[in-house]
């Protein structure tokens, strides 16, 4: 695995273990759960994948609603160990690339009316983040792992407002010289208007003035283009399967 991969790999486990998780019991090799949301199980392993049996027994182990990443699902072994956790009984629900770029190799973002940007840190402005961002996605999410991420030195937690009023949300997540790119969402209401981009703006202006090397993100399908025309490149897929 690359350089950047792992890199990648390494900003999103220790990014998920900030908003709190913990070594999953009875499991060899040892893996690490999620204590809230995200309710995910995932091994720190970057060189090899998982075999088949280890996942489906601990998937049966934590039951439904519970999600397993695999890395590089794209790859010969990847496709593979895909088609038999499938055939086994798993469903995918939710598939990204992971994406980098060298800020070095960024164009600076254009001049354009700044965003009002803030950071969460109140335990009201933390709420409303959070509930502007589970709009923005669609779904559930609970409070607790933001507010133990807003104790993260690494971690900034960052809403946008429109006009005053919630409108996206963006995680910044540094690992090193890495800045990581999470809960990039823009709300319903102001879709369609360049917003998903102005904050992709604001992370690149962020990171070249953090002279941080290297960005990276877990794109969906919908963000996929966007990241593209900004520079970033694709490294690999990761499928998160369930029960």
Not at 46 to 60: C, H, N, R, V
Not at 119 to 133: P, Q, Y
Not at 171 to 194: E, N
């Amino acid at each position: 695995m690359s350089s950047p991969d792992k890199a990648n790999l390494h900003n999103l486990f220790t990014y998920w273990q900030a908003l709190g998780a913990e070594t999953s019991p009875g499991t060899s090799p040892p893996a690490r759960q999620s204590t809230h949301w995200p309710r995910r199980i995932w091994l720190d392993l970057t060189e090899q994948l998982p075999e088949a049996a280890w996942i489906l027994s601990a998937m049966e182990r934590m039951g439904p609603g519970w999600l397993f990443p695999l890395w590089r699902s794209d790859s010969a072994d990847g496709q593979h160990l895909l088609a038999t956790l499938l055939d086994a009984g798993l469903g995918i629900a939710l598939e990204q690339r992971a994406m980098y770029a060298k800020t070095t190799q960024l164009y600076p973002p254009p001049p354009e009316p700044s965003l009002d940007m803030s950071t969460a840190m109140s335990d009201e402005e933390i709420a409303i983040w959070t509930r502007t961002c589970a709009e923005a996605f669609g779904y559930p999410i609970q409070i607790q792992p933001i507010k133990r991420l807003s104790a993260d030195p690494q971690a900034r937690i960052q809403l946008a407002r429109i006009e005053g009023e919630p409108a996206g949300t963006v995680v910044l997540y540094r690992t090193g010289s890495v800045l990581g790119v999470h809960s990039l969402g823009v709300t319903p209401a102001f879709r369609g208007q360049g917003l998903a981009r102005r904050l992709m703006h604001f992370v690149i202006h962020q990171a070249m003035q953090s002279r941080d090397t290297m960005i990276t993100l877990q794109a969906s399908g919908m963000g996929l283009p966007l990241y593209k025309s900004l520079g970033f490149s694709e490294q690999f897929s990761i499928t998160s399967l369930s029960l």
